[in-house]
């Protein structure tokens, strides 16, 4: 059984840095797209950033120069390095993992329970 699981998270001022990890718990036989995403009250949920096996990032435009992401595929673990944050990055983020896990066998989606960022102004 695989489980994702995050850290970090919490009341920030705007300009300030925080950092979110991820861990994808569990045996994997593959990890393919490791990425956060966001969603704010009343919003969809909407990707920030990715990170293939590669290590090939997609970041948004809307926090591109201030965020990015890294992976570890040694230990599946994904973090998002927020700077200069604003408070319109208020959000809950979600760690999403995209493998195969080992007992599965088969391509899964798998989402954490996320973590509440707020930036105060």
């Known amino acids: 059984q695989v489980q994702v699981v995050e850290f970090g998270g919490g009341l920030v001022q705007s300009g300030e840095s925080l950092e979110l990890s991820c861990v994808a718990a569990g045996r994997f036989i593959q990890v393919h797209v490791m990425a956060w995403y966001r969603q704010a009250p009343g919003k969809q949920r909407e990707l920030v950033a990715s990170?293939?096996?590669?290590?090939?990032?997609t970041v948004v435009d809307s926090v591109k120069g201030r965020f990015s992401i890294r992976r570890n595929n040694a230990k599946n673990t994904v973090i998002l390095q927020m700077t200069n944050v604003k408070p319109e990055d208020t959000s809950v983020y979600y760690c999403?993992?995209?493998?195969?896990?080992?007992?599965?066998?088969?391509?899964?989606?798998?989402w954490g329970q996320g973590t509440q960022v707020t930036v105060s102004s």
């Open positions: 990170v293939d096996e590669s290590g090939r990032t």
């Open positions: 999403y993992v995209d493998g195969v896990p080992a007992n599965f066998g088969v391509r899964v989606e798998t």
